[in-house]
């Protein structure tokens, strides 16, 4: 193979691990954004973790791999799901219950996203994790949770660059603490 194959070759397979950390970065920043402005998550990005991990369980179920591994990856994306009868069985009677419940979420989506993500990975690119090294899943996966990391530090001083009028120009209601913007001398 001739040095400007082989150079393309790496290039090609460089395009798969940019897209992954990307797309998963794109993917955890607003919940993690959310529970630092808020410190909840809001049920749209529930349900849509529990939407992707639902789709991702029945595709391990099906999937050609022994039954051992698809069994202990199919019980990790339903953690979205056992959540959410969680909420459904127990009613919010007592703060216990409700820390209980917001402590199962948070583990849920803490779990959730990066373990669905990997699953859609891997659905998309069946190969990608025989072919990518250790190192570079690693650097996919110091990325990801350093978006994590200061998405959620930027939610916990979002007074500090944002206004109340830019939650509320997004559709979101302004948090506590949020500064309101100053007011135009006309």
Known sequence: MSEATEKLERERRDVPVGVVMVGMSVVVWWPAFTIGVYGDLFFDQILTLWAASTA??????????????????????????????LLFVVGETDDLVVALIDL????????????????????????????????????????????????????LNQEHFLTCDDFQLSGNFPPAGCEQAPADDA
């Open 56 to 85: 991702a369980f029945v595709f391990v179920l099906v999937e050609r791999q022994p039954v051992g591994a698809r069994l202990a990856r199919a019980f990790v994306l339903l953690l979205p799901s056992a959540y959410i009868v």
């Open 104 to 155: 199962a979420a948070i583990g849920a989506v803490l779990i959730g996203i990066p373990f669905t993500l990997w699953v859609l990975v891997r659905i998309v690119w069946p190969d990608f994790a025989t072919t990518t090294s250790r190192r570079t899943k690693w650097l996919i996966v110091l990325v990801v949770l350093g978006v994590a990391i200061v998405s959620f530090v930027l939610g």
